[in-house]
């Protein structure tokens, strides 16, 4: 992807993102099958044979594990939206990036719900012993309060077009992003403190299941990393390449430890997720062979239509697990896989393209009219700092002069 000179981006990091939603699509259409639904709709006594065992209750499950990618998601959205700030940029506002920011969230979001509901009245969403309980748990209807309530993303997504839950989180932080900035650029040596804080927090989230604690201290987490990228790429460089496979292994095990064994998962778990996905995160920044791997043709179109790909694949693939369910379930989730990577691209192209072009106009007008407004105020003070430097190179104005010249200033 070509960079503008002086670009912040980190193109694996891209990559990265696009293997995370492709990770998402895979965990929905698997979900949709009847033994896999059963399991992770949390009936975990389920009757499995070994192959199922392996696919669901070992390592192999990170490759369709949608819980890590969404903290992937979280860790990237931290460390992306801190770079600009790291710049020595006087004099900024947070006007016109609140402009671009949250035009750039809600348009693509208003499509996709707009999409969903499409789909679902013409292919209305039925129970069918032929797919999983997870599955028929996304039959509902296109309640006009409804659709309003998730157009707002604020509030808990409902199962209209799930994936939107995480934009209620990704709107908090944009909005609370100057917090997030002020105290990834304070107090700059005890960045290891911040880790360690918002980890804390995190892991009291998970334990008391407060989703706040639970997923801003992500955001947080990779605040301070886009913050102190350069001090821990300093502190990592002398580290041989076995530590990155390392780990690597590490990050990949701790993110799926939620379906490590058919035991329910500690209290807190998520917090172990959220380590691993920060290792995950930490590898393609550092490592060289995980960069090459983010940065390939495949990973960086992925990542390209990421964001669209995850907006609109699950309306897709419950639209055509309903269709073809009655043939074969798992030809209908193939042709949903692929009608989503079609209809994303599609999507990136006459959707969320444009909503990024304009919300980077929005920016940019609202910006023009701070800038305006500045000159209009500093235009009066100039003139008024004009008039005494007159005055002392002619003569001493009268009394009534200065009485005039007071009301012009």
């Not at 099958?33 to 192959?51: A, C, E, F, I, Q």
């Not at 809600?106 to 499509?111: C, D, H, I, K, Q």
């Amino acid at each position: 992807m070509p960079q503008k000179p002086g670009s912040t981006r980190v193109t694996q990091l891209d990559g990265l993102r696009g293997l995370a939603a492709l990770v998402v699509v895979a965990c929905h259409a698997l979900s949709t099958l009847p033994w896999v639904g059963r399991v992770v709709s949390n009936d975990r006594s389920t009757r499995l044979t070994s192959p199922e065992m392996w696919a669901v209750f070992s390592p192999l499950h990170v490759l369709w594990n949608g819980t890590p990618a969404v903290h992937v998601f979280f860790v990237l959205s931290g460390f992306v939206l801190i770079l600009p700030f790291t710049k020595s940029l006087p004099g900024r506002s947070w006007a016109p990036y609140y402009a671009k920011r949250l035009l750039r969230l809600y348009l693509p979001a208003w499509a996709a719900l707009a999409l969903a509901v499409v789909l679902m009245l013409l292919i209305p969403r039925t129970p069918s012993p032929l797919q999983s309980p997870w599955a028929d748990m996304y039959v509902t209807t296109a309640d006009p309060g409804q659709v309003f309530r998730d157009a707002l993303l604020m509030l808990n997504a409902s199962t209209i077009n799930t994936p939107l839950w995480t934009l209620r989180w990704e709107v908090a932080f944009s909005l609370l992003l100057p917090l997030y900035v002020f105290l990834a650029l304070r107090w700059r040596r005890f960045w290891h403190l911040k880790l360690v804080i918002a980890l804390g927090l995190a892991v009291i989230g998970g334990i008391f299941h407060i989703e706040a604690l639970t997923y801003m201290p992500i955001f947080a987490i990779g605040a301070v990393i886009g913050a102190e990228r350069g001090r821990i790429r300093e502190l990592a460089s002398s580290w041989p390449r076995w530590t990155w496979l390392l780990l690597a292994a590490v990050g990949l095990y701790l993110a799926n430890a939620e379906w490590i064994s058919p035991e329910p998962p500690i209290r807190g778990v998520e917090a172990v997720i959220t380590v691993g996905a920060t290792l995950i995160v930490l590898v393609f920044l550092l490592s060289g062979s995980a960069k090459k791997l983010g940065d390939t043709p495949a990973a960086q179109w992925l990542g390209r239509v990421s964001f669209s790909l995850y907006l609109v694949h699950l309306p897709i693939i419950l639209a055509a697990a309903t269709l073809m369910r009655g043939v074969s379930l798992p030809l209908g989730l193939v042709l949903g896989v692929a009608a989503s990577f079609g209809i994303a691209e599609l999507f990136f192209r006459y959707v969320e393209r444009p909503a990024h072009r304009l919300s980077v106009a929005a920016g940019r007008a609202v910006e023009r009219r701070i800038v305006k407004g500045n000159r209009a105020a500093v235009a009066p003070a100039e003139s008024a700092a004009a008039a005494p430097s007159e005055t002392r190179a002619g003569t001493a104005p009268s009394a009534a002069d200065t009485r005039e010249a007071q009301p012009q200033a």
